[in-house]
């Protein structure tokens, strides 16, 4: 019977054991989903905080060119100078602040205007091969005309490949196969599914740019010279050089010299004035993309948009709007 006792005890005892065990893992594991379900809260909290930041931010550039209401739009505006209103941001938010700028869309080439129905637009096509062969890209002249070519195949509304460029069936072959587009561009980063454009060519290297910065989906066939890129300057005619270039961006940088001209460009010291086309230029933009930035401690939210100004109901119109 003594026996019987001890090993019932025993028993007993190894049940609490493994009673407290279970208890504490469950414990463990509830305290554990608990942090974890505060954590994802605090996240998502501080999430929709930064997002509010950010979204700020970007109402804050809208309001900067709405507000601008000269003739011409260049780099010495208050909408392209925008260091000192995301330092004042701090001001306005609880341990938070934004970043904020605004580039014009329309100081790049217009890269759906490459085609004119299924025809190639001959000036956006030079503009082009002189960007890619230029100093800035430094490419052959060769495959310069192979990417241009598959730009315009992608864009053109037939199926008849364009010299060195590419049709359906290229990219029916390829491992990851798709179709081609065979319409206008509708976000820049879709340059990045044609033929011959790699991701160093896109977004560029520590040594040259990328078309990212020099190409864009909107706009007209023309682009504003007073905010251009300088590789996108460099490119307007094959007699401009380095340093017509760097003259021209010390000129269209200080406030004082009357950039409402169109002309303003032939003022420039030179031999012989510069001669560009008439229809390639403009001083007068509508079309802007706007980055804002909200900022706490080491967290951060990017919201990203193209606005158009000009609709005539004293907003701006938006034409695209990406969170990262």
Do not use: H
């Not at 305290?31 to 954590?39: A, G």
């Not at 065979?182 to 078309?211: H, Q, W």
Request: with cysteine; proline share 4%.
């Amino acid at each position: 019977m003594k026996q019987a006792g001890a090993d019932s005890r025993g028993v007993a005892l190894i049940v609490v054991l493994l009673m407290v065990s279970i208890i504490s893992a469950l414990t463990i594991q509830f305290s554990r989903d608990t942090r974890s379900d505060i954590t994802a809260a605090a996240n998502l909290s501080d999430g929709i905080r930064l997002r509010t930041i950010a979204t700020s931010g970007f109402a804050v550039g809208e309001a900067l060119l709405l507000a601008d209401k000269t003739n011409f739009d260049a780099l010495t505006e208050l909408w392209a100078n925008t260091e000192m209103i995301s330092l004042r941001s701090e001001a306005y938010f609880d341990n938070g602040s934004f970043k904020l700028a605004i580039q014009d869309e329309e100081g790049k080439i217009a890269v759906n205007r490459l085609v004119n129905g299924s025809a190639y637009n001959a000036a956006v096509r030079d503009f082009l091969l002189r960007l890619l062969t230029g100093p800035s890209f430094r490419l052959e002249q060769r495959r310069a005309e192979e990417i241009v070519d598959a730009i315009k195949d992608w864009i053109d509304p037939d199926d008849e490949v364009t010299g060195a460029g590419a049709e359906g069936a290229y990219y029916a072959g390829l491992p990851r196969p798709y179709a081609a587009k065979n319409a206008p561009i509708d976000c820049i980063e879709e340059l990045l599914m044609i033929k011959g454009v790699s991701r160093e060519l896109f977004y560029g290297t520590g040594e040259s740019p990328g078309l990212v910065q020099c190409l864009s989906v909107y706009g007209d066939a023309r682009i504003n010279i007073n905010t251009a890129p300088k590789p996108v300057l460099r490119a307007l005619t094959a007699e401009i050089t380095d340093d017509d270039v760097a003259l021209l961006e010390k000129y269209r940088r200080e406030v004082q010299n009357n950039l409402a001209d169109p002309a303003w460009y032939q003022k420039i010291p030179r031999a012989t004035p510069l001669a560009v086309p008439a229809g390639l230029i403009k001083i007068k933009s509508e079309t802007f993309r706007i980055t804002a930035v909200g900022l706490q401690e080491r967290m951060f939210e990017r919201v990203t948009g193209v606005v158009k100004r000009g609709t005539g109901q004293g907003k701006a119109r938006l034409l695209s709007w990406k969170v990262e």
